[in-house]
């Protein structure tokens, strides 16, 4: 008898605690996860936006269409917003190449800014 109110103690102190933790990895690995999804959809943007302003580089602004401009600072735009989501080390990682294509988008004539 001794033995079961024993372990009933021990499971009342013992089991709120493991919950307790195991709610703290599941809500860790859940913005983990976000993370790495804003990092991923960051790469996406990064993919297209750059051949754009290359090609806008190349080309120049007046050959451009004004929807290829739209697209070209919606992508910006989406960048931006992207950025902001990301904690700073993930955010230091993409400065320096915001910062180039943000200089392609000057250099090709396309006047963007936050």
């Excluded at 983990?32 to 190349?58: C, D, F, I, T």
């Excluded at 320096?96 to 943000?102: N, P, T």
Aim: charged share 15%; no cysteine; net charge negative.
């Amino acid at each position: 008898m001794e033995f079961l109110i024993v372990l009933f103690i021990i499971a009342a102190v013992v089991l709120p605690l493991l919950g307790w933790l195991v709610w703290i990895v599941f809500f860790v690995w859940l913005a983990k996860l976000g993370l790495g999804a804003a990092e991923r959809q960051m790469n996406a943007v990064l993919r297209n936006l750059e051949p754009a302003l290359r090609q806008a580089s190349e080309n120049g602004i007046d050959q451009l269409d004004a929807g290829t401009q739209a697209q070209i600072m919606s992508m910006l735009m989406q960048a931006r917003t992207q950025m902001s989501q990301m904690d700073d080390l993930s955010r230091q990682r993409y400065d320096a190449r915001m910062g180039d294509l943000m200089g392609m988008a000057a250099s090709a004539g396309i006047d963007w800014s936050p």
